[in-house]
């Protein structure tokens, strides 16, 4: 899955895209770094799973997760530890 046009880098780590390594996420619809490979280059910056109920694929980036803040952001995200 290739990055929106105007998309240059990763919401999340502020790193480059890695052209084909990059996901966006279902619910704040940025795009993510994501590894497709058994060997990365590169850290993953969310995570996929398949949904239970109707056998696709959910992105989410690590922002949206409540693990990490944005690269750009000054206040942390709430998440379940709040």
């Known amino acids: 899955m ?3 046009a105007g998309s240059s880098r990763c919401h999340v ?3 480059p ?13 940025l795009v993510f ?3 497709q490979e ?3 280059a590169h850290a993953d910056c ?6 239970d109920q109707y056998l696709a694929m959910e992105f989410a ?9 944005a690269h750009d952001d000054a206040e942390p995200p709430v998440a379940r530890g709040h």
């Open 17 to 29: 895209l890695a052209g084909r390594g990059t996901a966006p996420c279902h619910n704040c619809h």
């Open 46 to 51: 969310g995570e996929v799973w398949v949904n």
């Open 61 to 69: 980036c690590d922002v949206c997760l409540g693990k990490r803040r």
């Open 33 to 35: 770094n994501l590894a």
């Open 2 to 4: 290739l990055p929106p």
């Open 38 to 40: 058994a060997d990365p």
């Open 13 to 15: 780590c502020g790193e």
